[in-house]
Every structure is written in C-alpha cells, then in structure tokens.
Nanobody, 130 residues
C-alpha cells in the first residue's frame, strides 16, 4: 500500500488542523478491510501512536493526550483517512504519519503499536507555536 499525508502546517496554540491521508495500491483486499492509525514523532522522541480506527466496525481509539481534541475518521469510498485536530498545544508539534495495518480485519488496541502497521506515509509536519 502507498499512503500520502497532507494538511500539516504552522498554527497557534488553540488552533485547528485537519490532516488527510490518501491510500492506494490495493491488490486483493479493499481499503475497508484494513485498520488505519496516526502516529507522531516529536524532535528527539520516538514515534508514538496516537489514534486508530478499526476495519470492520470502525471502532476508534485515542491516547489520553489527544482524547477529546482529536478525531479520526475514514472515507473508504474515497480511500482516505483524516485526523481532525482541535485545541492544538505546543506539545502536539511533530511529524505526523498515517499508517495501515499489516493484517486485514485488524482491531485497534488502546494505543497503536508500530509493529502492527507495515505501510507508512512520508509524514507531514505540524508545528504549534505562538
């Protein structure tokens, strides 16, 4: 699979951004059979999973640091995944990556784990600064 993110930028604290991810390259399985997640990597830190949306039932999970502020969604007809980010904080700064699960019919856990996602986009930079 190929994934391409967009929508990053520079925003003031309290502002909003909407990240998008276009998914392509399906051969046997369709987009709706995979789970998708957003990860971020702050300077000097490891890449961390922040949100996931499952395949079959669309169950969404968020880590505590973004819960109530970020919303993940998927549009299988358009082969897209989105991350709506509101009330952004300086600590949200980092490179944001979209990822697809290695397995079809994958159910998201409380925190997306790197080992479960094998297809990645190139990342989009989000900077929250006044």
């Amino acid at each position: 699979l190929q994934l391409v993110e967009s929508g990053g930028g520079v925003v003031q604290p309290g502002g909003s951004l909407r990240l998008s991810c276009v998914v392509s390259g399906f051969t046997v399985d369709r987009m709706d059979r995979y789970a998708y997640a957003w990860f971020r990597q702050a300077p000097g830190n490891e890449r961390e999973g922040i949100s996931c949306i499952s395949s079959s039932n669309g169950v969404k999970t968020y880590v505590d640091s973004v819960k109530g502020r970020f919303t993940i969604s998927r549009d299988d007809a358009k082969s897209m995944v989105h991350l709506e980010m509101n009330n952004l904080k300086p600590e949200d700064t980092g490179v944001y990556y979209c990822a697809a699960s290695d397995w079809t019919m994958f159910m998201c856990g409380p925190r997306p784990m790197l080992v479960d996602f094998g297809s990645w986009g190139q990342g989009t930079q989000v900077t929250v600064s006044s």
